[in-house]
Nanobody, 118 residues
Framework: QVQLVESGGGLVQPGGSLRLSCAVS????????MGWYRQAPGKERELVAR???????NYTDSVKGRFTISRDNAKKTVYLQMNSLIPEDTAVYYC????????????WGKGTLVTVSS
């Protein structure tokens, strides 16, 4: 069983910054591919960013250049640094441990709310 706990959400003004953290309860965190997803009211949950166990990253187009995903394997934590925030970034942000194989298990955190408003 893998548990993920997000933190760092809150209210921020447009143009501001926020850093989300996801602590993962596993002894083999360094082998995991990790992702950040978000879901706004009435919208589908969407991928925001991913970071592989090999360190490779990818981002959805709407956040590219503004958000940075990173990981600290010693702390078993994945981060999402969010800069130049806009109201459209408002959503519940979820951390996810990706499947190792197509039949494997993915684990989700319960989310942290980010609100971008003046």
């Amino acid at each position: 069983q893998v548990q993920l706990v997000e933190s760092g959400g809150g209210l921020v003004q447009p143009g501001g910054s926020l850093r989300l953290s996801c602590a993962v309860s596993t002894n083999i965190f360094s082998t995991y591919d990790m992702g950040w997803y978000r879901q706004a009211p009435g919208k589908e949950r969407e991928l925001v960013a991913r970071i592989g166990s090999n360190g490779n990253t990818n981002y959805t187009d709407s956040v590219k250049g503004r958000f940075t995903i990173s990981r600290d394997n010693a702390k078993k934590t994945v981060y999402l640094q969010m800069n130049s925030l806009i109201p459209e970034d408002t959503a519940v942000y979820y951390c996810r441990k990706e499947k190792r194989t197509w039949y494997g298990t993915a684990y989700w955190g319960k989310g942290t709310l980010v609100t971008v408003s003046s």
